[in-house]
Structure formats: structure tokens, C-alpha cells
């Protein structure tokens, strides 16, 4: 074998990265077992926020040492082969658009005494009532106003055309009601883009109806901060001037004496200072008492100055509060100049073990508040390394940007110009020369992480309205322990089955083909680890097709191996013709796949990025641990050559399904009638009857169930599916004894009556699953009781623009894999017969679901199915496009066979394989079906009717619709065979 030593190199190399990555892992999983039971009460009562207390105590502390290489908490949790919100939970957060703002800005910012006490009357009614914002702000401006219209505030020049004088209250409250809403929907928009480019997999991101609110679910989110700073900055980039010390040192000055005259006369009263004013009095304010009023401004205002002196001020981060407070006093703000305003740096440098921020002054316009230049004009930002290789962030400005930047520049050389970002200073760099491009770069005291998180904000876009944390909670999988755990173990049992197959068959080849796949599966879940994406369950979908793909180019190899071995050859020739005639196949439908998932990802978002993400892995590790790791093995196997004691079928299935001649094409019409009358019925029902979709696309009902002991989500999932129509999702919500159920129940209907029959149903159903007593009242909550603390209706996870990317996605899929089987068969009709057999199958799937839910055995329509559909497609094309290769070779070998014969000769030459193949992917399927509990029900039910008609499809309607689709070829073999027969 050629180049034996770079595939042993490469296998070693990637080998030691999957175990350096994956001991991460291990270690995580160690530290938040630790967590856990730390957190574990003495009921068994897990505290949710006390595991995160403790794991943020030490997110910062060496936790793993690697060879002499001291890790942190921190930076395992970045290493790690992180879990989806299905596998692992995460982190919960329910945010405020704020919409005071939303109406300031209509009103132009007015000033109007009554405008502004009915704009905060409202801002705390709406603490404790469910009702619209708008509502309570013209209920609130009624009481005050005296009969004054609306139309004096909101007739302003920039509402010219909409609103005037003459229009009346209530056209003026749907305008302010749309433009609230609208500016919600927009924040829903950015928040989720910022989320998606978060690196999390599959978060969750849903509209809480009737009100500003957003609900945000992040996996294993370990870094609270970080996750707040990113949901909440607005993304107001500025540019601002610097007025640089020099400029208002003499009003510093003035407020220095003011502030020293104040100090002193304190100090004399100082006796009668209570104990915790004295705590409470910071370092900058005693040395400011102790001063006196010659002193120089740069020990007074800032003891630190001279660190910076001829640039700006800098404190102590403990400090600044004191600083704050001395700046918004009215006494203090008259002594300063009106055209400036102070903004602080974003991040702390630290000099001698002291944490220093900056405190710039910034030359601004009060009657216009407008920068010189801001972020509306950049048009992409990404992280990136500045000269000096550290983290920085490149912009890129539009026509308009490019020449006012140019304009500000040039006004400024020689002084700083400050890139402000929601009221902080991230850099102010000295203008060296003018900028005559739009291209620029904002560089700091960055981490690559907040790199990426600053340009993912300025990509995403500014917030129309300031949002607010009101809700936090750490919760657990949608898929509970129980869940997984009997996924886990359905799993194994179904792969332990496989190897025990695959070796029974084919001898010591089959303990070839398991070393692929172990390889195979470690590879995918080692280059997750490195790449820091997450496993979720439609991952595993994805690993799923790839234990297949992996097995099936094996089964390849192993088949060609036999059919030379047959015919006579050597086992050396046969070893090297097998391998030499299988890879054509195995390449060609790992291809396919592979830009099957390319396009995916591209395009795709939710479930259908992180299932193309592990299948691009998948079908990379697969391919190089079927074809060319078990090709050294067998090489080291047969080192004797032809006396070597290496088999690739054991006795009885020697010739096992080698010699078929069955006519499969004569029965083509009985198929196509039969696939028909299923698809047909199928889509009857569900058109009739409906499907029944989960919350992840309809939305539903949320409610916080409390008990006074820890509860199973699995056992309440399933048995809450069972007590009433609509779909139902139970996870852990801050401890294990408290529960978010979210239900589909009655989502169509938003009135009283409906919302209280959703609620009763509810809690019938979980005091008939549990036998507990209800009661209203938590804080009297009983060992047999539970109760309800929350609720809200929430809209879907998969919302309408994941729905659109995803049918894009699948049909610029569908449009790939139809030129690259054009470009590799060059005949479109069979391009166009795989693609037929793709719809095909997926609507069979569809079908089955509907009427499995006729039958009474109703799953589900959710995230993880459309994960389960993309796999069906995926092994779908991988198998038609096996039987096709064979069918070119057949063509290119022709001869005088006729052309109907060679695609039967075709399917009978795969049979073996195609047989094979299905059998080791349906045994770990339908174990997980059977064996795998209630919750993975639909998942596992999805694959196993895809695996079989997608090995269907290849030789019953692939195959026969290109026969078919080819009827001039045919037609004219026919006439040339009369021909013959006349000449005869």
C-alpha cells in the first residue's frame, strides 16, 4: 500500500488531538459532578443556582493540569465538547424592550412635564399588570392631562404625514402601538442573530405574547456576564472628538475647590459618623477631606493621574461610583463646559495590581446629541489581530461612512478620536493621518472571545430600544436523564448488536470495519470538542447517518473483495480490486452527502445548522477511517500475502446473496402504485386530521409548576402527552424540584375561558400522573402538594424565517446534488431520478406519521424531526447513488447486454451491500425505537421509516424512474433488435 506512513502519521496525530480535546471533557464532567453534589440537599432536592455558584467561584481557577499545562475552569468550559439545550440545559433569560423609550423618541424627547409623569406612572404600573404598555401610558396621561390631546406631544416634524394637530387620541395610539410592536419584532430579529453567532448550538429564542418581552434559552452557557453584556448593549457605535485635559483643566480646577471646601467642612462633623457611613465613604473621598485648596488638581480630582497625565483622568474601579455621583450634581455640572460630556472606558487595565479605568472627556453637542459619525454606516465588522497580533475588531464603512470618517480624520490629526460603544470608550486612538477608506479597526485590551462578541454585536445590528435582564434561571435538558440515559444505553445495545453481526458475516473483515467505526465515532466527537460546537440530539441523528455511511463503505469494499475472490483472484489482487473498484461508489455518495450538508450550514439555521455541522464531520472522519485506516489494517493483516489467515466472509455467508436474478424493474408500475395509494393516504389524513406539531412550531402555554420534592420531566412529559391534546415539553427550571411545562393545548384560542381550561387541564393532569394535591398558595406548599407560580404564552422556537432558510436550503440542496450526478453520470435523468426518490421519501415519512397517528400511535413534529427528515435524505442519496455507480459500470462494460438488463444486473450486484448495510443501521435504530423510552419515540420512528424506504426508494423508484425517463434508448434497442430478427 502507497503511502501507508502519512495515513498512520495522520491517524496518530488526529488520534492524540481527539483524546487532548476530549480530556476536557472528562474533566468538566468531573467538576460538575462536584457542583451537583454540592448542590444536592438533604432531600436530593438539586439547587440549580447553587451549582452555578459554585462553578462561578472557580471559573477563574486552575482546575487541570495537563503535562504541566494549568488549565482554568474557564478555559475547560471553551474546550469542551459542549451539549444542546436537549441533552444538557442551559442557561434561561427572559428579556425587556423597554418601550419608554420607543415613545420618547416619537414625542422628539419632549419636556413636557405631563408627558413624562404619565411616561413613569406607566413604566411602574406595567411591574404588576399584564396590560400593553400604550394602555397604561394613555390611562396614565388621562388622569393628568386634563383633556389635552396627544397630538401637542406627537405632532412633531419628524411625524409630519402621519400625525398633526387635527388627529385624533386613538389614531395616534395605533401609531404608537406599531411602532412598539415593530420595534419589539426588530429587537426578536437582532437578538436572535446575536444569539446564533453566540457559538451556543440550537438555542432557543421565543416571543412572549401580549407584552415586550423575550425569552432566551442558551446551552451550558457557563459565562453569566457575558451572555447579559451581549443581550443588552444596544450596539449605539459612536465617534466621537476628545477634549483632551488641557481643554477644561481650569473648570476641573473650580470643581476641585468646590469639592475640597465641601471635604473640610465635613471633616469637622466627622465624629458623628455612623460606623457604616464611614464604611461607605471610599479612599477618594477621605483623601479629598484631608486635601487642601492650593493642591494640585492631579492629586485632587485623580490620584492616579500622572499615570496619564496629558491624555485623560484615571481611577480605581471603586472609585468611579464616587466619580459619578460628583458629575451628574447640579452644583458641579454648571462649573464644567456644556459642549462636554465624560464617558469611561469599557475594560479596566491593571497597573501595580490596581484595576484602572479611564475617564475621557468628550466633545459633544447637547442640542443635537448626534456624533460626528456613528455605526449606521458600518456595514460588516469581524474579529481580527491588529499589528501587534493582539484581538481587534475590523469595520467596514459604506460610500457615506468612508467620506465623513475621511472628513473627521483629517480635522483631527494629532489628536484622539473615541470609539464609543453604548456610552463606553472601547479605543481612542491619535489620528496619525486621514483615512481615506472606509476600512477601520478598533483595537483595546481585548480577549479573542470578546473580539467576537463585539463584532457579532455591530454585525447584528443596533437595538431600537434598550432591553432588560428580568428573569434569570439555570435549566435542565428538554431531554431528561431518564431520556437519555435510556438513549444511551438503547444505543450501545444496538451498536454491540452490529459488531456482533458484521463479524458473524464477515469473519475478521468485520472486526476491520468495527475498528473503522469506533475510529470513526471518536473522530466526530473529538473534532466537535476542537471546534467548540455542541452534540444535540439531531447531532446524534447526524452520527447516526454517519455509522451507516461508515459500515456501508466497508460493506463495499468487503462485497467487491468476494466478487473478485469468486472469479479466482488472489486474495492480494482481490484485496487491492476491491478497494480500487469501491472507491469510485464510496467517493460519489460522500460527495453528495457532503454538499448536502455543505449547503445546510450555509443556509440553514436551529436544528438544521447543528445537524450539517456533525454531518460534514461525519462523513470527513468516515471516509478516511473506512477507506484508508482499515486499508492499513488489512495490509498489516495479509503481510503474508496470498497465505495470509484473513477472510472476508465467514462460512455460511460465503456466497450469501451473490448469485440473484431477480427482476426487480418488471415489478417497477406495482411499486409506483403502491408508494403512490401510502403518500396519497398518508397526506389525506394529515390534511384531514392534522399533524401534530411541537411547541418548537406552534408556541404554547408556559407554566411553573413547583414541588416540594424533586420531580422526573421525563415521567411528566410522557404522562401529560397522555392526559390531553397538544404537544408538551417539561424541563428543570432553577432547581430539580421545580418544572417549566410548556403545552400547545388550545394555542389557537387567547381568551379567559381558554387560558383557564388550559391551566385546569394542566394541573389535572399533573396531580393524576403524580397523585400530589394542588394548592394556590406557595408559600404554604405541603410534602403532597404543588403549585403554580408562573405563567406566560410563548411564541414558536422555529419561527418563520428558520422555516423559509430551511426549505431554501433543501432546495439548493436538491439543485447541487442534481449537477454533481450530472457532472459524474452525464445523463440527467439520473439526476433527476435520485432527486425524484429524494421527495419521494420524504414525503413517505410525512405520510407514515399521519397515518401512525390514525392508528393511534401519534409522535410528534418538532426540531428533532426535521433533523430525522434531513438523515432519511441524507442515507436516501447515499444508497441511489451506490446502484447507480454500479449501473455505469455496467454501461461502460456493456457489451451486448441490453440496457434494461444491466440496471436489473445492477440492483442484483449491490443487493448484498444495500441489504447489509440497511440491517446494521436498523438494528441500533429500531433497539432505540423499542428500547429507547417514550420521549425518543418519534425520533427514532422518523429514522427507522426512513432507513427502509430510503433502501426501498434506491431500487424501487431511483433506478425504475431513470429506466423510465431513458424509454428512446430502449425504444430504439427494440427496433434494432427487430431489425436483426427481420434480417434473420
Not at 231 to 256: R, S
Not at 753 to 758: G, K, L, R, T, W
Not at 833 to 846: E, P
Request: glycine share 8%; net charge negative; proline share 2%.
Amino acid at each position: 500500500m502507497r503511502n501507508k506512513g502519512v495515513v498512520v502519521f495522520l491517524t496518530v496525530v488526529i488520534t492524540a488531538l481527539c483524546l487532548y480535546y476530549l480530556s476536557f471533557t472528562l474533566v468538566s464532567n468531573r467538576i460538575e459532578g462536584q457542583a451537583t453534589a454540592y448542590a444536592t440537599e438533604a432531600g436530593g432536592n438539586v439547587d440549580f443556582d447553587k451549582k452555578q455558584a459554585y462553578l462561578d467561584s472557580i471559573y477563574r481557577e486552575p482546575v487541570y493540569n495537563f503535562l504541566g499545562a494549568k488549565f482554568t475552569y474557564k478555559e475547560i468550559k471553551e474546550t469542551e465538547l459542549g451539549l444542546g439545550l436537549d441533552l444538557q440545559g442551559g442557561m434561561h433569560v427572559t428579556l425587556e424592550v423597554s418601550p419608554v423609550e420607543i415613545v420618547k423618541g416619537l414625542s422628539g424627547n419632549s419636556k413636557d412635564v405631563t408627558f413624562n409623569l404619565s411616561l413613569n406612572q406607566a413604566t411602574e404600573a406595567a411591574k404588576t399588570s399584564n396590560e400593553k404598555f400604550v394602555n397604561l401610558f394613555y390611562a396614565a396621561w388621562q388622569q393628568n392631562a386634563s383633556g389635552r390631546k396627544l397630538s401637542e406631544i406627537f405632532a412633531t416634524a419628524a411625524n409630519r404625514g402621519r400625525i398633526s394637530l387635527e388627529s385624533s387620541d386613538s389614531d395616534i395610539l395605533k401609531i404608537i402601538d406599531t411602532e412598539v410592536e415593530n420595534a419589539i419584532e426588530r429587537s426578536f430579529n437582532i437578538l436572535r442573530t446575536r444569539v446564533d453567532r453566540f457559538g451556543t448550538s440550537q438555542p432557543n429564542i421565543q416571543r412572549i405574547q401580549g407584552s415586550g418581552r423575550i425569552q432566551i434559552e442558551l446551552p451550558g452557557v457557563s459565562n453569566a456576564e457575558r451572555v447579559r453584556n451581549l443581550l443588552q448593549g444596544v450596539a449605539k457605535l459612536q465617534f466621537w472628538e476628545v477634549a483632551e485635559i488641557n481643554e477644561f483643566l481650569a473648570e476641573l480646577e473650580e470643581v476641585n475647590r468646590l469639592l475640597v471646601a465641601e471635604a473640610q467642612a465635613a471633616k469637622g462633623s466627622s465624629t458623628a459618623q455612623t460606623e457604616e457611613e464611614a464604611d461607605e465613604t471610599t479612599d477618594l473621598e477621605r483623601q479629598l477631606a484631608q486635601g487642601s485648596e492650593g493642591d494640585d488638581i492631579s492629586t485632587q480630582i485623580s490620584p492616579l493621574f500622572s499615570l496619564t497625565k496629558g491624555q485623560g483622568l484615571v481611577y480605581e474601579i471603586r472609585d468611579t461610583v464616587t466619580i459619578n455621583r460628583i458629575l451628574a450634581r447640579d452644583d458641579v455640572r454648571t462649573l464644567l463646559p456644556r459642549n462636554v460630556k465624560f464617558l469611561w472606558s469599557v475594560k479596566p487595565q491593571v497597573v501595580d495590581n490596581m484595576e484602572l479605568l479611564e475617564l475621557f472627556g468628550i466633545k459633544y453637542n447637547r442640542a443635537s446629541d448626534q456624533a460626528p459619525l456613528e455605526g449606521d454606516v458600518i456595514t460588516d465588522a469581524r474579529q481580527t489581530l491588529d499589528q501587534t497580533s493582539r484581538p481587534a475588531v475590523s469595520m467596514q464603512m459604506n460610500a457615506d461612512g468612508a467620506r465623513r470618517w475621511r472628513k473627521l480624520t483629517s480635522e483631527n490629526i494629532g489628536r484622539r478620536i473615541a470609539v464609543v460603544l453604548d456610552d463606553y470608550v472601547y479605543t481612542a486612538p491619535v489620528v496619525q493621518s486621514e483615512i481615506p477608506s472606509g476600512q477601520s479597526e478598533i483595537t483595546g485590551n481585548f480577549t479573542i472571545e470578546e473580539a467576537k462578541d463585539l463584532a457579532n454585536i455591530l454585525k447584528s445590528g443596533s437595538l431600537p430600544a434598550p432591553t432588560k435582564i428580568v428573569e434569570e434561571a439555570i435549566i435542565g435538558p428538554t431531554l431528561g436523564k431518564e431520556a437519555q440515559k435510556q438513549g444511551v444505553v438503547s444505543m450501545i445495545a444496538g451498536l454491540v448488536l452490529v459488531v456482533l453481526f458484521m463479524v458473524a458475516y464477515y469473519s475478521k473483515g468485520g472486526f476491520v470495519a468495527i475498528a473503522a467505526l469506533v475510529f470513526n465515532i471518536f473522530f466526530i466527537l473529538g473534532i466537535l470538542a476542537q471546534l467548540g460546537a455542541a452534540l444535540t440530539l439531531p447531532g446524534i441523528a447526524g452520527i447516526v447517518l454517519t455509522i451507516g455511511m461508515s459500515i456501508d463503505a466497508n460493506v463495499l469494499i468487503f462485497e467487491r473483495i468476494k466478487e473478485e475472490l469468486r472469479r479466482g483472484s488472489g486474495l492480494m489482487a482481490a484485496i487491492n480490486e476491491g478497494y480500487n473498484k469501491a472507491f469510485s461508489a464510496i467517493l460519489d455518495s460522500n460527495v453528495t452527502t457532503f454538499l448536502t450538508g455543505a449547503i445546510l450550514y450555509a443556509l440553514g439555521q436551529g436544528p438544521v445548522k447543528g445537524f450539517a455541522i456533525v454531518l460534514m464531520i461525519g462523513i470527513a472522519s468516515s471516509f478516511f477511517s473506512a477507506v484508508f485506516i482499515t486499508r492499513v489494517i488489512v495490509h498489516w493483516m495479509s503481510k503474508k500475502g496470498d497465505k495470509s489467515n484473513i477472510s472476508f466472509a465467514s462460512p455460511f455467508a460465503k456466497n450469501t446473496l451473490g448469485q440473484l436474478n431477480i427482476d426487480f424493474l418488471g415489478k417497477r408500475k406495482v411499486a409506483y402504485i403502491i408508494s403512490t395509494s401510502i403518500i396519497v393516504i398518508g397526506l389525506a389524513i394529515a390534511a384531514i386530521n392534522g399533524l401534530k406539531f411541537g411547541v418548537d412550531f406552534t408556541g404554547g402555554r408556559s407554566y411553573i409548576v413547583q414541588f416540594a420534592q424533586p420531580m422526573s420531566p421525563t415521567d411528566l412529559k410522557v404522562g401529560l402527552d397522555g392526559e390531553f391534546d397538544g404537544s408538551v415539553e417539561v424541563k428543570t427550571y432553577g432547581a430539580s424540584n421545580v418544572m417549566k411545562v410548556t403545552t400547545s393545548y388550545l394555542i389557537n384560542e387567547d381568551d379567559d375561558d381558554s387560558n383557564a381550561e388550559v391551566e385546569r387541564k394542566v394541573i389535572e393532569g399533573i396531580a393524576s400522573i403524580t397523585g400530589l394535591n394542588y394548592n394556590n398558595d406557595a408559600a404554604n406548599l405541603g410534602d403532597a402538594q404543588f403549585t403554580i407560580t408562573g405563567s406566560s404564552k410563548v411564541g414558536a422556537t422555529v419561527a418563520d424565517d428558520i422555516k423559509k432558510s430551511s426549505a431554501e436550503a433543501m432546495f439548493f440542496a436538491l439543485v447541487a446534488i442534481f449537477l454533481y450526478i450530472l457532472l459524474r453520470f452525464r445523463k440527467w435523468q439520473f439526476s433527476l431520478g435520485s432527486i425524484i426518490a429524494l421527495v419521494h421519501d420524504v414525503f413517505f415519512v410525512i405520510a407514515a406519521f399521519a397515518i401512525a397517528s390514525a392508528l393511534g400511535a401519534t409522535f410528534e413534529i418538532d426540531q428533532v424531526f426535521i433533523a430525522a427528515v434531513l438523515t432519511v435524505v441524507g442515507y436516501s442519496i447515499n444508497d441511489t447513488v451506490i446502484v447507480f455507480d454500479r449501473i455505469r459500470e455496467n454501461i461502460e462494460n456493456r457489451g451486448t447486454s441490453k440496457l434494461v438488463k444491466m440496471f436489473n444486473d445492477a440492483i442484483n450486484q449491490t443487493m448484498a451491500r444495500t441489504l447489509i448495510t440497511s440491517a446494521t443501521t436498523l438494528i441500533v435504530v429500531l433497539v432505540l425505537l423499542i428500547f429507547g423510552g417514550e420521549v425518543l419515540r418519534g425520533f427514532s420512528f422518523a429514522l427507522f421509516i426512513g432507513v427502509l424506504i430510503g433502501t426501498y426508494s434506491s431500487i424501487y423508484i431511483a433506478t425504475p424512474v431513470v429506466v423510465d425517463l431513458m424509454k428512446r434508448e430502449l425504444e430504439a434497442e427494440a427496433a434494432q433488435e427487430a431489425s436483426g430478427k427481420k434480417t434473420a
